[in-house]
């Protein structure tokens, strides 16, 4: 009996949503950055899963990594990057899709995904955050918040 040979694949496609989160200040918006254990500091995201909404993800990965729980989402800002990186043999086509969205809760308990957490004034984070294209969406997102 003949076999057919699958060929692997040689790239694959990953989608995670985030939250530009912030809590207002007296001094103004303050914004969440998380450790990650690679050593980077980015914004809570994660890997969409299936029957999914992006909100619905961005919401429950905030929920999991920083035990946040009265996030709202907020306008219509959306932004996304995309970026590709290998795992093993296997390219990695990876979008990240953020929103904004608003807290009063200070307090973080992280997940054992994360090494650390700050709140950051949107200069500070843009100079703590690792990626520049994290640097590009808070600077955005801080124009959009303080317009409003």
Not at 42 to 68: M, N, S, Y
Not at 86 to 105: D, E, H, L
Not at 120 to 132: D, I, P, Q
Request: hydrophobic share 35%.
């Amino acid at each position: 009996m003949p076999t057919s040979k699958r060929t692997p694949r040689r790239s694959v496609r990953e989608k995670s949503v985030g939250l530009v989160l912030y809590r207002q200040t007296p001094q103004g918006p303050v914004y969440l950055l998380l450790h990650y254990p690679g050593g980077h500091w980015d914004f809570p995201k994660g890997h969409v899963e299936r029957g999914e909404r992006e909100k619905q993800t961005a919401i429950r990965e905030l929920r999991e990594e920083t035990g946040i729980t009265d996030a709202e989402i907020l306008g219509s800002f959306r932004d996304a990057v995309r970026y590709t990186f290998r795992r093993g043999s296997r390219r990695v086509n990876k979008v990240v899709v953020y929103y904004i969205a608003r807290t009063a809760c200070a307090g973080v308990l992280l997940s054992d995904e994360h090494r650390g957490s700050a709140w950051l004034g949107a200069s500070e984070a843009a100079e703590r955050l690792t990626f520049a294209n994290s640097r590009r969406i808070i600077l955005d997102a801080d124009s959009l918040i303080r317009k409003t």
